[in-house]
């Protein structure tokens, strides 16, 4: 990187090779599938773009999208009243993924990690902040996967300070619940973090190597647990159970999720948006899952866990 | 009916009649499939309650939903604002079906059939008003299905006023639309109407009669429908692009439907509500229909339509 670029200049480029690394190892690993890429503008002037990638039927992806997009304009003023967001014109650059393995033995990952930036008059800045997380959905419990996604990022977070995989972890599994469905938790979260404000000069170079770090984590977190369970046997009744938990996630990320609805609603792509939904879904109405199964062990555990000191 | 029965009374009884007869009704052309009936009350007191109809893998319909309630509470913050509520209670009864049928051929259908009441602190009647509509949404286009549908409601509604289908077709046609889809229209539309309020005391035994012309309506333009089209055959081309069309039924249903939202979102029975979404769906990376195909037709008629004055 050019050391004298500016942090949203090299935020950028982080951005974009971190598309590179995720997806060379995604397509590494499925070993079957490829990325398909569709870079686009936003149709206000100098209003940036994306380059959306999507994987598709792959050996062991069925549906992937890892999407990066740097983005500015003028704020409006439903950002004023719905984000906050004060000053003229304002940037954000981030990479959001979600990945719906085939396999219902292979669990449902997110993560995103982004970087806003807005301008007053001047065309100084007059507020920054970087956000970002990642959380797990399984659709039968492994709790040693559990375990080594949250361990992972828990060791990342840690070297900066020991309270933040806490308090992050608390975000998550407040966030990602379905709160029409009694507060069901989308899965078994991870961490989640917002409004990340450099308070000094050297700060915003913390959070930089902050995210970095926490980025740096997903795919330690993640791999592994691919690899532990791509060759686990499953048949028809997991599969449908897959999909009827996969009803969850799309009820989650259309009715709730504060990302998906607000580019939806403020002119963003949609097909970029909703790369986050799963290939096939089911919706039957009332299902239980039998008690004593282990689709029943699954949801006892969609509430909050400790699952870094949890016994395998 | 008792004819010394307030209009409230006569009203949940007409409603629970209807949700018989349509029940009946579709039990005998399917079959197969009979309903399964879930009654419930609401937790908070005298807050009444419903009666949830769900047919499941009929020969026909693969997962229909004909529910009643009768509910009523107190006026809350969220009413007032969202909804321009006033008084301290509010009182509404009604029947929404939504019907899938299995067959790509045989198209979806949405109907709706609602009464409110509002009561200041004496207990007496501040406002009141009738609701309601049916609208279809075909998979493959059939000119002479939709012209049937829309004129069969049509005559209903010309007995009352030749003004009223236009306006409550346009009704329709400006809500049932995926706005994040560039205002794709949900299906080929129908009527939709709100508010109508009795200004006058006979006129609230005439807006009675209007509604039951209008759900008296609702099987006559449904029923012949499925008949002719139910034989109709289809493969899994043909399958998988009716699962891609129940994806945009989702997103309309979670991200627009404001009866929906208001319901999940201010603890309605979540189970009765979502008995709207298809059974099977499919979300692709942006799916396109090939140009001049049978599907890419049915896209091209998802605007508004004089279906009426169309040639077959």
């Known amino acids: 990187m050019n050391p004298t670029a500016s942090l949203r200049e090299r935020w950028d480029e982080y951005i974009l090779s971190l598309q590179d690394e995720i997806c060379s190892s995604l397509e590494a690993l499925d070993g079957q599938a490829t990325f398909r890429e569709d870079r686009y503008r936003r149709t206000e002037a100098n209003g940036g773009g994306g380059r959306t990638r999507v994987m598709s039927g792959g050996a062991i992806f069925e549906k992937a999208g890892v999407n990066t997009s740097s983005v500015q ?30 396999s219902p033995m292979v669990p449902t990952v997110h993560a995103n990690w982004r970087y806003f930036e807005t301008y007053g008059e001047s065309g100084k800045v007059v507020d920054s902040w970087f956000g970002g997380g990642a959380d797990l959905t399984p659709y039968y419990l492994f709790k040693e996967d559990a375990k080594h996604f949250h361990s992972t990022i828990k060791t990342a977070l840690d070297q900066f300070d020991e309270a933040l995989y806490p308090e992050y972890k608390k975000n998550c599994d407040e966030y990602f619940v379905n709160k029409h469905r009694g507060n069901e938790a ?75 609805l607000f580019g939806l609603k403020t002119g963003g792509r949609t097909e970029s948006i909703l790369m986050s939904l799963p290939a096939t879904v089911r919706f039957e109405y009332d299902y239980q899952p039998l008690p004593g199964s282990k689709e029943a062990e699954l949801v006892s555990h969609l509430v909050p866990q400790d699952w870094v000191g949890m016994a395998e």
């Not at 439903?78 to 719906?100: D, E, F, K, P, T």
């Not at 984590?217 to 046997?233: D, G, K, N, S, W």
């Open 186 to 260: 989308r899965g078994i979260g991870g961490v989640f973090y917002d409004h990340l404000r450099p308070k000094e000069a050297d700060d915003a170079e913390r959070l930089f190597a902050f995210q970095q770090a926490c980025a740096g984590a997903f795919l330690p977190a993640y791999l592994p647990i691919v690899q532990r369970r791509r060759e686990t046997t499953f048949g028809d009744s997991e599969k449908f159970w897959q999909e009827i938990r996969r009803g969850r996630y799309v009820e989650f990320n259309l009715i709730h999720d504060r990302g998906t």
């Open 73 to 102: 304009g003028e704020v409006t003023d439903a950002m004023r009243s719905q984000l906050q967001i004060q000053g003229n014109r304002w940037y954000a650059c981030g990479l959001s993924l979600v990945l719906h393995p085939f």
